[in-house]
């Protein structure tokens, strides 16, 4: 692995369907600004860190920055990633009269037909491996049939047992229970097992990411470690609550929901505590960063894809970036000279 200024750089992109929408336009904001400062406007966020980590939405995007053209070279700038929500968002989270009936809502079946998803990573992605990735890179997943976590990585891709379409790969990192159904995915070797999102165990892939870029490179110190930590956004003014009295008859069913929301909340609130308290402790607060926009227009569901969110989502970010431009462009230029 390559590094720039000595620094070894992660960029780690949490889960949050259609909400991906909010570090898409950050990273096509700060992608912009590199271009500006290096004088190249062919050139590539990813080009400037050395892993990438991303779990359901941020591993498509992650996917996304580093899947390469003809040439070996990042095939789609961050405003193209972006475009993958803001243009095909609505297809993607689309619902037909029949499958809300059959679903009762998603309450008896997944909520969403793969059929459209599947599609796009086909348009994105193509035959491209997880071997042919620009970058090194690690995309979370976990095998309900081995009950265990999985990272799929370039590194490891090497052997062929290993080794995946990324199309695959995109369809086990997003397949969020009761939204889509579990991907049945087949290494190039054939090895076949079922997955669902990796944002299970980790929405927030950074402390993931840290251990994976430690053990790939043996850095022996923090100090020579900068992340920049992606999320999809928050709504802290209309977050869900729940009372005692709501709460404390729930079976199953009344669970299902309320507790995947919970669960992908609080472990990205955890590593980003955790990763405080690390790089605090080594006096390296300026090489850990966590962009989390609050939503002040846009619906937090994560499959509310319709043409009004998604305006809604962009006006999020967009607000963000502009009150933030000091935090930014001081990013861009750690990104830059490290």
């Known amino acids: 692995m390559e590094t720039k200024n000595g620094l070894v750089k992660i960029l780690s992109i949490d889960g949050g369907g259609i909400r991906g929408i909010i570090p898409g336009t950050i990273l096509k904001y700060l992608e912009e600004k590199i271009q500006e400062k290096t004088g190249n406007s062919e050139t590539r966020i990813s080009d400037y860190f050395?892993?990438?980590?991303?779990?359901?939405?941020?591993?498509?995007?992650?996917?996304?920055?580093?899947?390469p053209n003809e040439q070996g070279k990042a095939k789609y700038s961050a405003k193209k990633a972006v475009g993958f929500y803001i243009d095909r968002g609505t297809e993607i989270f689309s619902v037909s009269t029949r499958k809300k009936i059959t679903s009762l809502g998603g309450l008896i079946d997944e909520k969403y037909s793969v059929g459209n998803l599947e599609k796009v990573f086909e348009e994105y992605f193509g035959k491209t491996k997880l071997s042919e990735l620009t970058k090194p890179c690690l995309i979370t997943s976990y095998d309900i049939k081995?009950?265990?976590?999985?990272?799929?990585?370039?590194?490891?891709?090497?052997?062929?047992?290993?080794?995946?379409?990324?199309?695959?790969?995109a369809r086990a990192t997003s397949a969020a229970p009761t939204y889509f159904e579990p991907a049945h995915i087949h290494s190039l070797k054939g090895i076949a097992n079922p997955m669902i999102d990796g944002g299970v165990f980790a929405n927030n892939p950074a402390m993931c990411a840290l251990v994976e870029v430690t053990k790939l490179e043996k850095v022996p110190s923090l100090n020579d470690i900068f992340i920049l930590s992606l999320g999809t956004g928050e709504d802290k003014k209309n977050k869900k609550t729940f009372s005692f009295d709501e709460a404390k008859d729930w079976g199953q069913i009344g669970w299902v929901r309320p507790i995947i929301d919970i669960m992908m909340d609080a472990n990205s609130e955890t590593v980003d505590y955790q990763l405080n308290k690390i790089f605090e402790s080594t006096g390296g607060t300026d090489r850990y960063y966590r962009l989390q926009p609050e939503l002040e227009n846009a619906d937090p569901d994560m499959g509310n894809a319709s043409k009004k969110n998604i305006k809604a989502l962009v006006k999020d970010a967009l607000e963000y970036i502009e009150v933030n431009k000091d935090k930014l462009d001081k990013i861009v230029k750690l990104i830059i000279t490290g």
């Open 146 to 169: 081995n009950r265990k976590e999985v990272f799929f990585n370039k590194t490891d891709a090497k052997n062929p047992d290993r080794d995946f379409l990324i199309t695959d790969v």
């Open 50 to 67: 050395d892993l990438l980590a991303g779990t359901s939405t941020g591993g498509i995007l992650t996917l996304a920055l580093i899947c």
